[in-house]
């Protein structure tokens, strides 16, 4: 019996505080919120209790941040894919900021096992003086156990509606795309940071934002497989390809400790789920 769970958060500032309401069906739950920075600030950790996804399994999960309210959201653990036995399991996310608000979407990664049929679907919706950082990390098998990703398949999609689409659908036996080098080039590890905005940033903001995740990229032992771009007034994107999580990751997060200063004035306080 495929399980469904379905999670809504809905952050509201109060008297100068970010405060969560949340409401669960199926098992999918929140720990409680921590204000490791203070009052403003909400900080929440995701738990899906069966620990992974599976022939028909759905995960949905709905983030509200109201109105100059600031969201940061993470997983203890990575989102699994396990083999199917036919029917897709799906994770669809859906992200909405409003205005003066901010989110922080930085789960750990998601592991698409062997034979797998997987889909992991975002969406980020900002209003116009809304910004957000999120990102994506995508493992393709399992590389340090010795298994490969040699069966099923594993749809990718992020987008903000009428500004940036993602899609790719990968398969296990798309050998062009896997490992070709104007494709994964045998990496088996993709990871994507955006940072965006409702407005378009200024020339001189959005210079700043790139040559200092370009700094942090061109300083890494991934730099050669790595990437930033602005692919459009809005928008900050950081790509990167590795054989495994553990380095894409670590980069991805050195990004947020240099680009969360520099975009918002803030201290990158480290969660303690990243060092777990």
């Known amino acids: 019996m495929p399980w469904h769970a379905r999670l809504e958060l809905d952050h509201h500032l109060r008297n100068g505080s970010t405060v969560l309401h949340h409401r669960h069906e199926g098992p999918l739950r929140v720990f409680q919120s921590l204000y490791p920075e203070g009052p403003a600030i909400c900080h929440n ?114 987008d903000v509606p009428g500004l940036w689409l993602e899609h790719a659908h990968i398969r296990a ?36 934002l790139l040559d200092t995740v370009r700094a942090v990229c061109s300083a890494h032992p991934l730099r050669l497989r790595a990437g930033a771009t602005c692919p459009n007034p809005q928008m900050l994107v950081l790509r990167v390809l590795g054989p495994v999580v553990e380095p894409v990751m670590n980069l991805l997060q050195q990004a947020w400790t240099a680009l969360r200063p520099a975009a918002w004035g803030l201290a990158p306080q480290r969660p303690r789920i990243w060092d777990v």
């Not at 080098?181 to 940072?195: E, H, I, S, Y």
């Not at 940033?201 to 700043?208: A, C, Y």
């Open 173 to 208: 036996d798309d050998t062009r795309l896997l490992d070709a080098p104007l494709g994964l080039d045998g990496q088996r590890c993709l990871g994507t940071l955006v940072f965006a905005s409702g407005s378009a940033l200024t020339r001189e903001r959005k210079e700043h």
């Open 45 to 158: 950790v995701l738990v899906h209790p069966p620990g992974g996804l599976a022939n028909g399994d759905v995960i949905d999960i709905a983030v509200n941040v109201g109105p100059g309210a600031h969201a940061w959201l993470g997983t203890p653990g990575a989102t699994r894919f396990y083999r199917s036995g036919g029917e897709a399991a799906q994770q669809r996310v859906s992200l909405r900021v409003q205005e003066n608000a901010r989110l922080e979407w930085l789960p750990l990664e998601t592991l698409a096992y062997s034979g797998c049929i997987g889909l992991n679907r975002l969406s980020l919706e900002l209003a116009p003086s809304a910004e957000a950082m999120v990102w994506d990390v995508l493992a393709l098998g399992q590389p340090s156990a010795g298994k490969a990703f040699d069966a099923g398949e594993f749809t990718q999609h992020m």
